[in-house]
């Protein structure tokens, strides 16, 4: 197939993106308009958890598609019922929104906050959140974000989003006053380069929040549905928080996000949040599919073992390069560089043949790994292989 040079001037340009467009995948494979092939440990930045076209959600988008669309969110329809009877059986949480991405799942977070503030702390609004934290590309998750010059891109910012330092207690704690609702976190920082709160943090961050009178957001839109290991990363520190939000994995590559809620803080009236896709069943059929996967016998167990297995052969080759050492939890994972080579380890292993391979590198020292769940111990084996080829390449 032909680069279609006309369609790439069709689009708004937003990002620089190679020159090659895929046409197909399968597992933790893609396939380009040239027929070859790369070994994905992108998987659509941690989204792909069952890998690329997973049969069970196939199934189930091609079944669902057949019966009902979209009856409208007026209305309700089965298998929103079911994935929300199946996320609150499995979490700490008993209401369920559904929305169509994680910025929009945040939004929710942050407008219930807030309106829970209204009705319980004096109008309070201020969301303590922190920096170098990614809360999605809306105005409201912008502001909520600690991307460095996100404060000035489409300023002026919407209000109340003091950041502290991840980590540190005091930093919050100096942050809370009259005026504070809420505290919001990913419990493992992603698009920052992975780095972990620790469950002390949590803890610490849960005790602040119930001496204060304040609601604990985890942001899981990344961290959720088994990417850490467990199937909420909150689960790590034994915490409950009282808002999560879903997205990314909770589809498998379907827009599909979730905003869930302790009973006690599902304070919204009729009109106050809603929208035209939220909870179709084209999409919640596809997340019942991922869900029962996740959870099917054995499913976790693996993860863990794919987890130690990439841990300990990522530690190995920053032993052999001299790099400095590997972090993260379960399947979302990071290298870090002793130098500023990711783009260009990135680039390489892309265009590396006969066979590429997708890495991602959120910082120039740094390589972020989100493979598909179900990826085998043959291709993790691979990727770390050929990895070490491309960085001898690389610092020839
Ligand atoms: C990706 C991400 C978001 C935004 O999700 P979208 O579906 O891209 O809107 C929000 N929070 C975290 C932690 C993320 O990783």
Redesign the pocket.
């Known amino acids: 197939m032909k680069f279609d040079r006309s369609g790439v001037n069709a689009l708004m340009e937003i990002t620089s993106r190679p020159e090659l467009v895929f046409v197909r995948g399968q597992g933790s494979w893609l396939e380009d308009h040239n027929g070859k092939r790369y070994l994905d440990f992108i998987q659509g930045?941690?989204v792909n958890c069952l890998g690329h076209c997973p049969p069970d959600v196939v199934e189930a988008i091609n079944e669902q598609s057949t019966l009902l669309i979209n009856p409208s969110p007026a209305f309700y329809n089965v298998p929103s019922m079911e994935l929300a009877k199946r996320l609150t059986g499995a979490s700490c949480f008993d209401r369920v929104f559904f929305a169509n991405?994680?910025?929009?799942a945040?939004e929710g977070a942050i407008k219930l906050a807030r309106k829970w503030g209204r009705l319980n702390r004096k109008g309070a609004f201020k969301i303590i959140t922190f920096d170098h934290s990614?809360?999605?590309?809306t105005l409201a998750?912008m502001s909520a974000s600690g991307k460095p010059g996100w404060d000035k891109i489409f300023a002026p910012q919407v209000d109340g989003f003091p950041k502290a330092h991840l980590n540190d207690l005091e930093s919050v704690r100096a942050l809370i006053d009259d005026q504070t609702v809420a505290i919001m976190l990913?419990p493992v920082q992603?698009?920052a380069g992975v780095i972990p709160a620790s469950p002390e943090f949590m803890q610490a961050l849960r005790a602040l929040a119930d001496q204060h009178g304040l609601l604990l957001i985890v942001?899981e839109?990344?961290?959720g549905m088994g990417r850490t290991g467990k199937l909420f990363a909150y689960e790590h520190s034994g915490i409950t928080p009282d808002i999560m939000?879903l997205?990314?994995g909770i589809g498998a590559g379907v827009p599909l996000?979730a905003l869930c809620a302790r009973e006690s803080v599902s304070c919204f009236d009729h009109g106050d949040q809603g929208g035209t896709y939220n909870g179709n069943p084209l999409m919640t059929a596809a997340g019942v599919a991922v869900f029962d996967a996740l959870t099917a016998d054995g499913f976790m167990e693996s993860v863990n073992v794919r987890s130690t297995q990439l841990s300990e052969g990522l530690l190995a080759l920053s032993a052999k390069w001299g790099m400095k050492g590997e972090r993260g939890q379960g399947l979302l994972r990071a290298l870090i560089l002793d130098r500023d080579d990711g783009a260009a380890i990135v680039e390489t292993a892309r265009d590396w043949a006969p066979e590429g391979m997708l890495l991602n590198a959120p910082r120039p020292n740094l390589l972020r790994f989100m493979p598909a769940l179900n990826v085998t111990a043959e291709e993790v084996e691979l990727m770390l292989e050929r990895l070490d080829e491309v960085i001898s390449q690389v610092r020839r």
Not at 101 to 104: D, F, I, N, Q, T
Not at 134 to 137: L, S, T
């Open positions: 930045w941690a991405s994680g910025a929009e945040n990614f809360h999605g590309r998750t990913e992603g698009e942001d839109v990344q961290t939000t997205g990314k996000a």
